[in-house]
T-cell receptor
Framework: EAGVTQFPSHSVIEKGQTVTLRCDPI?????LYWYRRVMGKEIKFLLHFVKESKQDESGMPNNRFLAERTGGTYSTLKVQPAELEDSGVYFC????????????FGNGTRLTVT | AQSVAQPEDQVNVAEGNPLTVKCTYSVSGNPYLFWYVQYPNRGLQFLLKYITGDNLVKGSYGFEAEFNKSQTSFHLKKPSALVSDSALYFCAVRDMNTGGFKTIFGAGTRLFVKA
């Protein structure tokens, strides 16, 4: 099966610009998650979709971050306007619908805000 | 609040020797625990999980982990390390208070296996 794919793999933008990250989960996985790892620290949860609905968005840093999952398939994470502290690696993961299902991760998008 | 601690930033071991990567957790209720591995420029890959049952769980690539409820630990182990095991390892716990799907990760431990 095709894995979780993320695009782009790298993005370098200037402070104040907008960036949109995309994630295509494994087909059939209703659960989709966004995570972020900043400067070698822990991987922090951002939000969780079940199909097209936001199940938990408690980890979203602020209203400059907007995540969508139209039609319950792929998801986008938009940062507008970007700030320096938004730099990091953004991971998307998907899982099947049981509570003990492991996460399947994409390779991540490395975002650098200058 | 649920949390995971990986006390070592890096673990160094010689090839052929046993390895241990430590993890402790703090949860309310029964823990669902996971280990993931990340190779350079790749996403995290699932290694193994503990849900219930036998305290020693076996996973991919010869890794195993021991669940210890009294010490709230879930250390990752392998009897004989390979150079190819060198990678970044993450311990994780599933937060069952949010519908059971939010996973909380530790900061990661870099394993370096020397030939």
């Amino acid at each position: 099966e095709a894995g979780v794919t993320q695009f782009p793999s790298h993005s370098v933008i200037e402070k104040g610009q907008t960036v949109t990250l995309r994630c295509d989960p494994i087909s059939g996985h209703d659960n989709l998650y966004w995570y972020r790892r900043v400067m070698g620290k822990e991987i922090k949860f951002l939000l969780h979709f079940v199909k097209e609905s936001k199940q938990d968005e408690s980890g979203m840093p602020n209203n400059r971050f907007l995540a969508e999952r139209t039609g319950g398939t792929y998801s986008t994470l938009k940062v507008q306007p970007a700030e320096l502290e938004d730099s990091g690696v953004y991971f998307c993961a998907s899982s099947q619908g049981t509570e003990n299902s492991p996460l399947h991760f994409g390779n991540g998008t490395r975002l650098t805000v200058t | 609040a649920q949390s995971v601690a990986q006390p070592e930033d890096q673990v160094n071991v010689a090839e052929g020797n046993p390895l241990t990567v430590k993890c402790t957790y703090s949860v309310s209720g029964n823990p669902y625990l996971f280990w993931y591995v990340q190779y350079p420029n790749r996403g995290l890959q699932f290694l193994l999980k503990y849900i219930t049952g036998d305290n020693l769980v076996k996973g991919s690539y010869g890794f195993e982990a021991e669940f210890n409820k009294s010490q709230t630990s879930f250390h990752l182990k392998k009897p004989s390390a390979l150079v190819s095991d060198s990678a970044l390892y993450f311990c994780a716990v599933r937060d069952m208070n949010t519908g059971g799907f939010k996973t909380i990760f530790g900061a990661g431990t870099r394993l370096f296996v020397k030939a």
